[in-house]
Structures are given as structure tokens and as C-alpha cells.
């Protein structure tokens, strides 16, 4: 049997298309619902606009109207990082698995509001979207530390690049740290996790800089950041991002 899934969010330069792919390359996903603001259709581009249209789904303009009328089993969002957590508490307590883009909520006391609502649901599972996962490089490098292949890992480097000042131009939630976690959370977050997933190890301590050279008038904005973290076994890791340039490595 199919897996329902509601699909909250559709904001521009998230990534709900995943979730659509996901749906129709899925023989055990089900894309059954819609949940976006009124207001999104002038907002993207022509071609994803068709993409909804022809998808003929049911769709809600409040995500509790679509949890009380459809019958789901997952709540997929893809919405602004600040008021993401919302959505996400909406689904555990309508008794939802959940899953979100990343990062899971830009805030602590968000994070925390979540956590307290997975507690007074402990057999629903909440996840995100870390699409590095399913790179088929990461997947041969974390079977190749797991198989000691490699020998003794003791040190790692990861690179986030992102041109933030593109065309069309990106949304201004983007360059406002409060509403995105900032460079780590919304950018480097796919780092931090690449490099818990290949290793295993958890991470202990962390050191680190930030700074903002394109927008300095915007004291919400960081483009570049580093930071030096000490796992366990006494292995380090170099992460690094920046929003300046499309360079991963």
C-alpha cells in the first residue's frame, strides 16, 4: 500500500520538486495533497506553476484544512526556514511522519518546540531533506571508511559553494540569518551531515568564523563562513561555505 503524502510549503527556492520526483519515481509514494500560500503563483516560475497545474491535486491554503480533510500518512514540507516549525508540529500531532527540507527550523526555541512534540509522539519519525545521502561518491567513501579500507580516518574536509546573487534574484528571506540559520544551517548543513554519515563519529567541539563581504550593510547576512570541529576518536573536520560563487568540492 501507497504512503499518502501532503506537500506543505512550495516556496521559490526551496526544494519541493524533490518531493515531486520522489512521488513519481516511487512505486510506495503517493502525492495526495497540496498546501501553499494563494499568493505563490505569481511567485514562480512559469514552468513549475504547470508542473502543479497538471498535477491535479487536491489544494489547501492552510496546512490544518489539509490535515483535517485528507487521509495522509506523511507530511512533506518545503517552506521558509523560520516558519517551518509550525507545519512540522502541525503534522506529528495529526499523528503524521514528517519530513522537511532543510535546515529543520532556523531558531533554538523552534528546535526545541519540535523536539517536545516528537516526545508526545514517539512512534512518529521526523527526518530532512540531505540529499547528499544519495550521491553515489558519498556512498562509495562511507563504504570504504566503514570497511576500513581506507585505514584510520583522522581528518576531513567538506565545501558548501552557492552563488546567492543570481538571476532571478533570490527571495529576500535568503539574506536574513534569523529566518535561514545562517550559512551553516541553510547551506553547510549538508557538510555536517555528509561528514557524521561517512564517519559515524559525533561530533564534540567546533571553532569558528563568519563573515559578510557582499552585503555589509545587512548585519543579518553571512556569505562566508569556516569552522574547525573536533570529533570523536580525535578526528577533525574543516568545513567551510561560502555564497559568493557555484564551486562545490
Same mark, same amino acid.
Request: net charge negative; with cysteine.
Given at each position: 500500500?501507497?504512503?499518502?503524502?501532503?506537500?506543505?510549503?512550495?516556496?521559490?527556492?526551496?526544494?519541493?520538486?524533490?518531493?515531486?520526483?520522489?512521488?513519481?519515481?516511487?512505486?510506495?509514494?503517493?502525492?495526495?495533497?497540496?498546501?501553499?500560500?494563494?499568493?505563490?503563483?505569481?511567485?514562480?516560475?512559469?514552468?513549475?506553476?504547470?508542473?502543479?497545474?497538471?498535477?491535479?491535486? *487536491?489544494?489547501?491554503?492552510?496546512?490544518?484544512?489539509?490535515?483535517? !480533510?485528507?487521509?495522509?500518512?506523511?507530511?512533506?514540507?518545503?517552506?521558509? *526556514?523560520?516558519?517551518?516549525?509550525?507545519?512540522?508540529?502541525?503534522?506529528?500531532?495529526?499523528?503524521?511522519?514528517?519530513?522537511?527540507?532543510?535546515?529543520?527550523?532556523?531558531?533554538?526555541?523552534?528546535?526545541?518546540?519540535?523536539?517536545?512534540?516528537?516526545?508526545?509522539?514517539?512512534?512518529?519519525?521526523?527526518?530532512?531533506?540531505?540529499?547528499?545521502?544519495?550521491?553515489?561518491?558519498?556512498?562509495?567513501?562511507?563504504?570504504?571508511?566503514?570497511?576500513?579500507?581506507?585505514?584510520?580516518?583522522?581528518?576531513?574536509?567538506?565545501?558548501?559553494?552557492?552563488?546567492?546573487?543570481?538571476?532571478?534574484?533570490?527571495?529576500?528571506?535568503?539574506?536574513?540569518?534569523?529566518?535561514?540559520?545562517?550559512?551553516?544551517?541553510?547551506?553547510?548543513?549538508?557538510?555536517?551531515?555528509?561528514?557524521?554519515?561517512?564517519?559515524?563519529?559525533?561530533?564534540?567541539?567546533?571553532?569558528?568564523?563568519?563573515? !559578510?563581504?557582499?552585503?555589509?550593510?545587512?548585519?543579518?547576512?553571512?556569505?562566508?563562513?569556516?569552522?574547525?570541529?573536533?570529533?570523536?576518536?580525535?578526528?577533525?573536520?574543516?568545513?567551510?561555505?561560502?555564497?559568493?560563487?557555484?564551486?562545490?568540492?
Amino acid at each position: 500500500m501507497s504512503l499518502r503524502v501532503g506537500l506543505v510549503g512550495l516556496e521559490p527556492f526551496t526544494h519541493w520538486p524533490h518531493y515531486l520526483h520522489g512521488a513519481a519515481t516511487s512505486s510506495s509514494v503517493e502525492l495526495a495533497a497540496v498546501c501553499h500560500r494563494p499568493e505563490l503563483m505569481e511567485e514562480l516560475p512559469a514552468d513549475r506553476v504547470a508542473l502543479l497545474t497538471d498535477l491535479k491535486l *487536491p489544494t489547501y491554503h492552510n496546512v490544518e484544512d489539509m490535515l483535517e !480533510n485528507e487521509r495522509l500518512d506523511v507530511l512533506a514540507a518545503s517552506t521558509v *526556514p523560520d516558519v517551518q516549525g509550525a507545519a512540522l508540529i502541525a503534522g506529528l500531532e495529526h499523528g503524521l511522519h514528517v519530513v522537511a527540507d532543510k535546515p529543520l527550523v532556523s531558531q533554538p526555541e523552534q528546535l526545541e518546540q519540535v523536539k517536545a512534540a516528537l516526545k508526545r509522539h514517539p512512534a512518529r519519525r521526523l527526518s530532512m531533506l540531505l540529499t547528499l545521502r544519495g550521491d553515489p561518491v558519498r556512498r562509495a567513501a562511507r563504504s570504504l571508511v566503514w570497511a576500513g579500507a581506507i585505514g584510520q580516518v583522522v581528518a576531513l574536509h567538506s565545501r558548501r559553494a552557492y552563488e546567492q546573487e543570481r538571476q532571478p534574484p533570490c527571495p529576500a528571506w535568503m539574506f536574513d540569518e534569523r529566518r535561514t540559520g545562517g550559512p551553516m544551517g541553510y547551506a553547510a548543513v549538508h557538510s555536517l551531515d555528509e561528514v557524521y554519515w561517512i564517519t559515524g563519529l559525533r561530533y564534540l567541539e567546533v571553532v569558528g568564523y563568519e563573515a !559578510n563581504h557582499s552585503r555589509p550593510e545587512n548585519r543579518h547576512f553571512y556569505d562566508v563562513s569556516q569552522h574547525l570541529y573536533r570529533l570523536e576518536n580525535g578526528v577533525t573536520a574543516m568545513i567551510d561555505t561560502h555564497l559568493l560563487a557555484i564551486a562545490d568540492s
